[in-house]
């Protein structure tokens, strides 16, 4: 079993749409990411969490540690939104800033 | 922001040739960054750690032979793919923390295809 799993692996909404994407991982973590990776390969770092509740734009990222678990939601989807939505960890026993990954979800937004 | 700039963002090469790929800090010092590699449709997988001024740490599998990592200043890391074959063909991409703390932000470059003929 994946230590970070990601559901949906793939989601398909018309644009408007509310998107919401899940993270469960199963290991004690000091930080959690969301990337988003663009269909030519960049990745951008959307957001940091070890707590709560953060917001950006049309974008909400939350993480409940008690639970393991942490949801990125999209509000008002565009099709710009389409990518690759990758939840990673820094898990407490691993040295430095290093990462697992989960396996990632790709939605598509429809115009 | 702070920048990660990756190049070059393509490459096709000959097998049994080498290929050196570049990641830059461009706005800060990165005294760790760290080298992923993606085959389509799946996830990143961490090859190694390099850090500035020492060897770089290798995840298990990886040939530290034939990915060869330089970190000579704490603005950039190199990865070499030496004696490339057609399964070296893949997506590589860098990241760097902007702090020396934990929990600082990363950031990503753009990514190096590889592919191998």
């Known amino acids: 079993k994946n230590e970070v799993e990601q559901s949906p692996q793939n989601l398909t909404a018309q644009e408007g749409e509310f998107i919401t994407i899940n993270c469960s991982y199963s290991v004690g973590i000091s930080a959690l990411h969301w990337l988003q990776q663009h269909p030519g390969g960049g990745i951008v770092s959307l957001f940091m969490?070890?707590?709560g509740k953060k917001k950006h734009g049309r974008l909400i990222a939350t993480i409940n540690i008690q639970e393991k678990h942490s949801s990125l939601h999209i509000t008002a989807s565009h099709p710009r939104d389409s990518a690759v939505y990758i939840c990673a960890v820094r898990l407490i026993k691993a040295a430095g800033n290093k990462l697992t990954f989960g396996g990632g979800t790709r939605v598509l937004v429809k115009p | 922001g702070a920048v990660v700039s990756q190049h070059p963002s393509w490459v096709i090469c000959k097998s049994g040739t080498s290929v050196k790929i570049e990641c830059r800090s461009l706005?800060?010092?990165?005294?760790?960054m760290f080298w992923y590699r993606q085959f389509p449709k799946q996830s990143l997988m961490l090859m190694a750690t390099s850090n500035e001024g020492s060897k770089a740490t290798y995840e298990q599998g990886v040939e530290k032979d034939k990915f060869l990592i330089n970190h000579a200043s704490l603005t950039l890391s190199t990865l070499t793919v030496t004696s490339a074959h057609p399964e070296d063909s893949s997506f590589y991409i860098c990241s760097a923390a902007t702090g020396g703390i934990n929990n600082s932000p990363l950031h990503f470059g753009n990514g190096t295809r590889l592919t191998v003929t």
């Open positions: 969490l070890s707590s």
């Open positions: 706005d800060f010092q990165a005294t760790t």
